[in-house]
Nanobody, 125 residues
């Protein structure tokens, strides 16, 4: 059974750093695109970053560009989101997501098939 399990997150002061992990089970991560989304209560999920399966191309939302870095370790079946210079407006629940089919491209929409359980990130002094 295909599953994504997230870890990381928590409370950090403005300017601090956090790292999120998304570990896959039940499928070969290297063949699947992974995206990170975030969501505030009552709001739609918005894409934060994505890394494609085909060539490792990455995408970042303008709001996080230069501060967040997405990476993957196929041997560990994990994708990471390193978040630096965090701001209070980065406070969200963060989700990783992937597709059932291999080699799909990164997309900004939420039409992914599988989602992690969500991780709270709170940036506050």
């Amino acid at each position: 059974q295909l599953q994504l399990v997230q870890s990381g997150g928590g409370l950090v002061q403005p300017g601090g750093s956090l790292s999120l992990s998304c570990t896959a089970s039940g499928f070969t991560l290297v063949y699947h695109t992974i995206a990170w989304f975030r969501q505030a209560p009552g709001k739609e999920r918005e894409v934060v970053s994505c890394i494609s399966s085909s060539d490792g191309t990455t995408y970042y939302a303008d709001s996080v560009k230069g501060r967040f870095t997405i990476s993957r370790d196929n041997a560990k079946k994990a994708v990471y989101l390193q978040m630096n210079s965090l701001k209070p407006e980065d406070t969200f629940v963060y989700y990783c997501a992937t597709d059932y089919f291999m080699f799909r491209q990164c997309r900004l929409t939420t039409d992914y098939d599988y989602w992690g359980q969500g991780t709270q990130v709170t940036v506050s002094s």
